[in-house]
């Protein structure tokens, strides 16, 4: 099982893998991740080749990983 903090640095990892994102600040706003599988929203700040952005995301986990992800700018 994991911890919130190690949910949100596994959607931390998914941001920079996958969109070379790196995240500036992150909060959870609903944690539904039960033994593996659920979703994680949060509300986060990231940047990209230095521009910053404001984003609502929701990371959708199986299995203990990201699976997909959902995002919205604020």
Do not use: I
């Not at 984003?55 to 604020?74: I, L, N």
């Amino acid at each position: 099982m994991r911890t919130e903090t190690e949910l949100v640095e596994a959607a931390q990892r998914h941001l920079k893998q996958t969109y070379n994102e790196d995240t500036l600040s992150m909060t959870v706003t609903k944690n539904e991740v039960r033994d593996g599988k659920g979703v994680l929203a949060v509300e986060c700040t990231v940047s990209w080749n230095g521009t910053r952005s404001d984003w609502t995301k929701q990371f959708t986990f199986k299995d203990g990983q990201v699976a997909s992800m959902r995002a919205q700018p604020k």
